[in-house]
């Protein structure tokens, strides 16, 4: 027979039946009526022209057709329970599409996404490195990380402060000729800049370095950590970024001076709107951030 001809409700009448040995039974189990439990296996038995009861005064019991008929069943249903038990208690994959500036995707996202997807394996993210801010419609990211030197706000959006950046001077243990004692000692090394050459000046500048005579090197876009951790020279970096690397030996940080440089912010269409994923995901972030900066 055709599976798309089997009398499914008759059979599944006739399992709770055969295995409960009680057409009233049978009924309780299914929620259904006695009757309609006796009107299912008389069908049932009409169609594969074999007896699969015995009818006794108050009893029934199974005949040899029968029999071989339930041990086909049960475990047919069991399984099908079963899957369905499993297939329950799965969770929903929802996809969360986010927007990241590049060197927050490099610098912290990256190195910390691990334990995001440990705490929330349901969720499955998308990460897209672009320092553009989207409009958030329908079909691009629902939430960005974005940074700004001195913007706390963007048109049509809310923002919500993430951290604070500040940058200190990070070298390699590699790239490292001897004692860094002085601040004016870092001008013997190749310094490396992030998009332009103001941080150094400030920083130097908050040391007592007036006027330093060379600020020269190379300019990096969103990859300048890659650099310092290659060995190439000395940069500033962010603490957020660095603290593991300095903790775990594999930078230097001959300097405890910072200097404040813009912030990290949460930007979105509508916190207030954000879907059950991107809200659990900016929870984190906040959490894992403040722990961090704070030395948990």
């Known amino acids: 027979m055709r599976r798309g001809r089997l009398p499914l409700t008759a059979l599944r009448s006739f399992e709770a039946a055969g295995r409960l040995l009680s057409f009233t039974a ?29 009818r006794l005064h108050r009893s029934v019991a199974l005949t040899r057709e029968g029999e071989q008929l339930l041990n086909a069943l049960t475990p047919a249903f069991q399984q099908m329970d079963d899957g369905m038990a499993r297939l329950a208690a ?33 969720i499955d993210l998308q990460v897209e490195a672009d320092a553009r801010l989207d409009q958030f419609r329908e079909h691009e990211p629902e939430l960005a990380i974005r940074w700004s030197l001195t913007r706390r706000s963007w048109p049509r959006s809310q923002a919500q402060h993430l951290a604070d950046v500040q940058m200190t001077p990070v070298i390699a243990p590699s790239a490292m000729r001897g004692p860094i004692e002085r ?91 954000l879907s059950p994923a991107a809200g659990r995901f900016a929870a984190w972030c906040k959490t894992t951030i403040s722990g961090q900066l704070n030395g948990r």
């Open 26 to 54: 049978a009924a309780q189990e299914l929620c259904v009526t006695q009757g309609a439990i006796s009107r299912q296996i008389m069908e049932l038995e009409q169609l594969t022209g074999h007896i699969l009861f015995e």
């Open 90 to 122: 799965l969770k929903p994959v929802q996809t969360l599409r986010i927007s990241v500036e590049p060197s927050f995707a490099t610098g912290w996202l990256i190195p910390h996404l691990h334990d995001f997807q440990a705490s929330d394996p349901d």
């Open 183 to 273: 601040p004016e000692d870092l001008l013997g090394y190749p310094l490396l800049h992030e998009e332009n050459r103001d941080a150094w000046s400030q920083w130097f500048d908050a040391v007592g370095v007036m006027d330093p005579r060379d600020l020269r090197g190379p300019i990096f876009s969103d990859v300048m950590l890659e650099s310092i951790r290659g060995g190439h020279g000395i940069g500033l970096g962010d603490l957020l970024f660095v603290a593991e690397d300095v903790r775990g030996g594999r930078l230097v940080r001959p300097f405890n001076q910072t200097i404040s440089y813009g912030a990290y912010w949460l930007v979105c269409r509508d916190f207030s709107r």
